[in-house]
């Protein structure tokens, strides 16, 4: 899901995965009911303002075309999102490469990589409820960006709520301008950062990212999400 430095521009990627729906995965029935319906009445007006508005032979002509690639994008649940200062893009892109190429963690995305043209607070609910960790980017930047502030206690309070995402947020210290732990937000220092300058950094990767973890929480996103599809269409 990576990307190289050479295709971020100021407006993010727009990446297949990013049509994925928004899924509330939470395994106590009663929480958030209307807004998952409000999130899937929202994308389905769009869906079909958008074939409205295609003549029908050109909707005939490219169905063939676009129904495996929108089945193979929902298909797909991320190891990780990193969540970012909009500086510190390049700094997110190479913690990303380093999870995905040096311990095998993938896919993984950053923000920056969430599709151009939609709410942020969409794409952060997406990215959030549709990986199994958010890495929290703890830079000096970090605390600068309003927006950084606003995702890194959303993020908290979604692990809190959901029983399944309990310990899925990582705060995580790069070797570049890493954010000092007595500037850290309270909120923050009662989790164990990842210290990409520690020793133990590689050992403290592996017992975090544990693949029995990912299949749980993507075996939840599936049901979550064929769910709110059958209930869409009923």
Known sequence: MGVGKSKIDPCP???????SPSVDMSQRPHEADSKKSNDISLRDIAERSHGALTPSGEREGTEATEEVPEEDEEEVFLKFVILHAEDDTDEALRVQNLLQNDFGIKPGIIFAEMPCGRQHLQNLDDAVNGSAWTILLLTE??????WCKFQFYTSLMNSVNRQHKY???IPLRPLNNPLPRERTP????????????SRGFPTQV??????????????IWKETRTTLQRQSIA
């Open 186 to 197: 309270f909120a923050l220092r009662t989790i164990n950062a990842l210290e990409e300058e």
């Open 141 to 146: 930047n970090f605390l600068r960006d309003t």
């Open 13 to 19: 990627l727009s990446l297949p995965w990013g049509k």
């Open 206 to 219: 592996e017992r975090i990212f544990q693949e029995s973890v990912y299949k749980i929480q993507q075996s």
């Open 167 to 169: 310990n899925s947020v």
